[in-house]
Nanobody, 124 residues
Framework: QVQLVESGGGLVQAGGSLRLSCAAS????????MGWFRQAPGREREFVAA????????YYADSVKGRFTISRDNAKNTVYLQMNSLKPEDTAVYYC?????????????????WGQGTQVTVSS
């Protein structure tokens, strides 16, 4: 079992930055790939970024490539999402998720555990 708790969301102006954190419980955190997804009102949950268990491989949605950076600290059981140059269209609830297989990190169905989400609102 892995429990995930996100933090770091909030209200920011367009062009600003936020850093989301996702703290994981359990000694097996380092064996999981981790992903960030987001869901805006009336829309499906969509992939944002993912990172392999070692941190060597990272994956990004085209919409955030060059602006967002995913990283992890296995000693702290934490994964991060640094978000720069934020746009109003980045407004959503952001979720972190853990995946034991990482066959296709962009797919919601790949992930075994999910956090409760943190709201990010970007004003224009």
């Amino acid at each position: 079992q892995v429990q995930l708790v996100e933090s770091g969301g909030g209200l920011v102006q367009a062009g600003g930055s936020l850093r989301l954190s996702c703290a994981a419980s359990g000694r097996t955190f380092r064996s999981y790939a981790m992903g960030w997804f987001r869901q805006a009102p009336g829309r499906e949950r969509e992939f944002v970024a993912a990172i392999s268990w070692s941190g060597i491989n990272t994956y990004y949605a085209d919409s955030v490539k060059g602006r967002f950076t995913i990283s992890r600290d296995n000693a702290k059981n934490t994964v991060y999402l640094q978000m720069n140059s934020l746009k109003p269209e980045d407004t959503a609830v952001y979720y972190c998720a853990a995946d034991s297989a990482l066959a296709d990190p962009r797919q919601v169905y790949e992930y075994d555990y999910w956090g409760q989400g943190t709201q990010v609102t970007v004003s224009s």
